[in-house]
């Protein structure tokens, strides 16, 4: 994504202004504008144009006003029908949503946790509350452009897609993408976050799952029946724990939430949730960040065997695991810069992923408005079969026009 200039950010400053003003108030004339925002006549020009040749400004009925001479004045409005979109993540144990609105700018976001198991129309009927809460009502909505929903695992051909697809479409109305919520984590950060610019990215997320997601070449991969990015999936320990996925000592037994807590315990700690063993960590507590270190290692070594496979130039780390920083993450860099091989082991940067808990919501609005030029070259989970309101449009068109800028 190309960084725009000086003149640009002012100009989409002063778009950004002008556009507050409509939102809040509604439709106005240029003289309302111009009294209300405070920029010259000229400067509001600019802005004007701008949002008119857009689309996300058009001119409403005439102002009812006292008139000069001349033709007389005309009211400018938001254009609802211009394009909207919504990202939704659900999450194993959360929901989180994100909106966007004429401009392509963040309209908002919310999050919300809830009880493990909690069955599907319930987690639906949250998410619409929880996009209600961002965007308002039912104007908004019936202007809805698409909605970009992130699941838990592999989406390709599993049995409950289907039905999630069905109770969005009943709830939202517009057309519904979905796609592996971590892989959609990947997507936002490589678009806007802490890997934003760089064209070969392995992603990883540590949460009450373990997952990820790749870029290679400037480029999300989907991979064959959408699995690509399942790191937590990938054998750690022969002699380890049974995984909900059959196999027995995968990553995500060693570093997911439930397993780090649950081998916490087994060590002698004192702790049953990760604010928990945060405070044990803070208090120097040596059991927790002899875990740590042991946890960190195995992930180093996973990654670098990805790196060495991938050749990645960043690695981004997100997730609420990864929120303990510097005991987590400096064993997983040094383990990471002893087994990468030598000709890239200086080149590699690991970063703290940026965007928190809504990474996955935000990835879901690029993918529902082809906004990422990531997306370029992404294959679809199925072939276009028909209008808007069906699965429609193939995921790797990009849209024309702007690129959502996180400044909101």
């Known amino acids: 994504m190309a960084v725009p200039g000086p003149g640009s950010s002012a100009r989409r400053g002063h778009e950004r202004a002008v556009l507050g003003l409509l939102r809040a108030h509604g439709p106005l004339n240029r003289g309302e504008l111009g009294r209300r925002c405070g ?5 509001l020009h600019e802005a004007l144009s701008g949002l008119l040749a857009a689309g996300a400004v058009v001119t409403a009925a005439p102002d009812d006003g006292p008139r000069g001479r001349g033709r007389p004045a ?4 938001l254009n609802t029908a211009v394009g909207q979109a919504v990202g939704i993540d659900f999450a194993r144990r959360a929901v989180h949503v994100a909106a966007v609105d004429v401009t392509y700018e963040v309209l908002g976001t919310a999050g919300e946790a809830h009880a493990p198991g ?3 129309p319930d987690r639906v009927a949250l998410a619409e ?3 209600r809460r961002v965007v308002g009502g039912e104007p908004w909505l019936r202007a809805l452009r698409g909605v970009g929903v992130g699941l838990v695992g592999p989406v390709a051909g599993a049995a409950a897609v289907a039905g999630v697809e069905s109770l969005l479409r009943d709830r939202f109305g517009g057309p519904v993408l979905l796609d592996n919520n971590t892989r959609l984590a990947a997507l936002a950060e490589s678009t806007w976050g802490a890997a934003a610019g760089a064209q070969d990215v392995l992603y990883l997320r540590l949460s009450y799952g373990v997952g990820g997601g790749v870029v290679a070449g400037g480029a999300l991969h989907r991979g064959a029946d959408g699995v690509s990015g399942e790191i937590g999936h990938i054998p750690v320990d022969p002699e380890g724990r049974r995984c909900e996925c059959g196999g027995t000592g995968c990553l995500e037994t060693v570093a997911s939430i439930r397993a780090v807590l649950d081998a916490y315990r087994a060590r002698g ?4 949730s990760l604010p928990a063993l945060m405070a044990a960590v803070e208090a120097g507590d040596p059991l927790a960040l002899g875990l740590l270190r042991d946890v960190g290692v195995q992930i180093g070594r996973v990654l670098a065997a990805l790196s060495n496979a991938i050749g990645p130039r960043v690695i981004a780390i997100g997730g609420e695991l990864a929120e303990i920083g510097a005991p987590l993450l400096g064993p997983v860099q040094e383990a990471l810069h002893a087994g990468a091989v030598p000709i890239s082991r ?6 703290r992923a940026a965007l928190g808990d809504v990474a996955g919501a935000l990835g879901g609005v690029a993918l529902a408005m082809g906004e990422s030029p990531l997306l370029s070259r992404y294959a679809a989970a199925e072939p276009e079969t028909g209008p808007a309101g069906s699965r429609a449009g193939r995921y790797g068109a990009v849209a024309a026009g702007r690129r959502l800028a996180l400044t909101g």
Request: no cysteine; proline share 4%.
């Open 129 to 131: 509350r929880l996009v």
């Open 346 to 351: 200086h080149r590699l940067t690991l970063r």
């Open 74 to 77: 005309g009211k400018l409005a």
């Open 269 to 272: 700690g004192r702790g049953d």
């Open 39 to 43: 920029l010259s006549r000229t400067t």
């Open 118 to 120: 909690l069955p599907w």
